[in-house]
């Protein structure tokens, strides 16, 4: 029996796939939101030192911002390719826990980078990270693939190509940066905000 | 091809318009949620002076309930803005995280301004943090609505126009008072719990 | 025009009242999540004294306890309450805000509890805050129920009723023995994981 | 009138069905996302110093890991057993919140694994903390087909049995090691990540 004859067809296990989804959703929205904990004021400045000690969180505030347009990039990318499973299976939840498991972590990697961000080891960290939520997300796109777990839509197949490209080669482009000049790598990561996808396929359209 | 044409229409896509809404309620609970962690006891305290320490932290529950209804009051506006959109695009979707970016940041604001709550510096933060969430809202409101996003509703459009407007004028009043009388401002942040738009409302009918 | 006729039906609305109500959800979800962090052990404990650390921390888990018990049962509550709800208008999001601004305030109030379980300040605190949900609570369902938006089901409102009884009644009574014994009050206050309607609902039946 | 006759229909009551099972997931997912709270960095770290700061918290890696394959291993169960449930009633919310207050406690017995995980008195707290899951989660679906609430699915219900059983057996056998080789216990934890029912239902098929 092939893998996918036994996989569960999302159309007559609509609530047990959106319970995946959803899921998946709330990982994606609590690790977002935790990034705020890495922002905080000690309780002892005295008042009129309260600006400065703000300001000197500037790091920290960077690597906010380049975070959440991180996790919010990625929550997309995930959005995306499930919007073209049909079907689903063990080894396809498996994978995408793993998957969660390192999204979750950047909030972690973010605070690395946010104290010490000018040092060659938090830029490390966080792209150690970041590579392996993509690494790991190409997997179970490939595998789910192969299983016959998605539509074949060219469409969407596409723009999922090039959002992940994007994303892969924004911090392949950064790493050398970094070594050179590390807030320069992180102002780089804040493209990620801006979504490609669309525009090149409006492009490639007309 | 106008960019309406391009952008997804909801009613074919409810599944994916339901969890950029879900993911976007679910940031908006948790950063309402996390505001109680600025509220903390240190764990020395004598036994008998309990009561005082938590007297001590009046300005901290201040800030609590004010940023409480802040973001419960920012909820409902996103709610009803969302309620009115028929479509969505990546634009959208771009200029929405980035309106969550913000909401995030609140809880931070918060423990600032109830840490240092008498000082310019904590009423600057955290009015420059609302003003922000409050000019990019409008941004993206604008532009959905010039690329054709939205549906027309006269009331709906009528009720989220004295809603942002409202917030928009307590948080610009709020501020040379907060130079004079910084709790005064505070205290004046609490009326964003009551919400104008359906009295207004009726008493434009009648 | 009555309240009732300018209130949204549920029925019209569907998408917006599950906002509602997925809204709160999310909130009980996090806040009764979140009492896991008042649970923390330090670092730099000897590693044979781990056992005994972990002993010392038995008030903290008691109030951990009592605190999921209680988040859950006035989840339930809530639960129960808004599955009779058939229209909503800006006065019931509002009641509702404020009610769970007293919900998310528990991990506080079971922090306070957990360090300074014998202290009538910190059940004081507790009692106060748990007070004020049971009020808010039957100030949101009363003022509904005048305005017309609830459904008339003798059945569910009984149940309510119960419930809202109940759980007054066992703070109502834990408080006079917080003075004598705090350690059984708290303990009193686990019965409220166990859930009368249903029973008391049943022998009502038969 | 016999349970069954007097639990509500899940049919019936889909909203109200679905609220339980999305507040449950939402604890899952709140719970397996705050493990990231267990990896904090120092902020007074010498900066060339900073890559030995990260790799002596290896132990809190692993430990990060093995709950998260843990929690999401629960999770699944506790997502399959939901998945045949056909009618509820207030003893299995009651059971299902005693169950979820053990899943919340395990970032807890998490940070205890990861500080101490050399120690006799961490491998305990932790085992005991999934062993009261496993066996909570036992006692629920007990009482769900003793009471008639779920539906009859052998074939679900032999992968549930076999989900479980390789849980309890992963952590049973890991408490004799654990008192030899804690490090490998942990590791042997790990393999909760893979599913083995999927695997074992194909080949008793074939």
Chains 1, 2, 3, 4 share one sequence.
Do not use: C
């Not at 047990?16 to 609590?30: N, T």
């Not at 935790?34 to 000690?53: F, H, K, S, Y």
């Not at 960077?62 to 975070?67: C, D, F, H, T, V």
């Not at 990697?109 to 997300?137: F, K, M």
């Amino acid at each position: 029996m092939s893998r996918r004859q036994e996989a569960k067809a999302r159309d007559g296990n609509e609530i047990e796939f959106s319970r995946i989804v959803a899921f998946s959703d709330g990982v994606f929205a609590i690790a977002i939101t935790l990034l705020v904990l890495n922002l905080t004021i000690d309780t002892d400045i005295p008042r009129d030192e309260l600006g400065q000690a703000i300001w000197d969180q500037r790091e920290n505030f960077l690597a906010y911002a380049i975070s959440f347009a991180v996790i919010g990039r990625f929550w997309l990318v995930h959005h995306r390719y499930f919007s073209e499973i049909k079907a689903f299976d063990g080894r396809l939840i498996g994978l995408n826990l793993v998957y969660l498991a390192f999204i979750v972590l950047i909030p972690f990697s973010s605070q690395v980078l946010g104290e010490y961000g000018g040092t060659t080891t938090a830029v490390v960290v966080y792209a150690v990270n970041l590579a392996a939520v993509v690494v790991i997300g190409g997997l179970m796109v490939a595998d789910a693939r192969r299983g016959g777990l998605t539509t074949i839509d060219a469409q969407t197949h596409r723009e999922n190509g090039i959002r992940s490209a994007y994303i892969a080669a924004v911090f392949l482009a950064s790493i050398p940066i970094a070594f050179l000049a590390p807030t320069l790598a992180s102002l780089m990561w804040l493209v990620l905000f801006f979504d490609p996808a669309s525009r090149l396929a409006r492009s490639a359209v007309n």
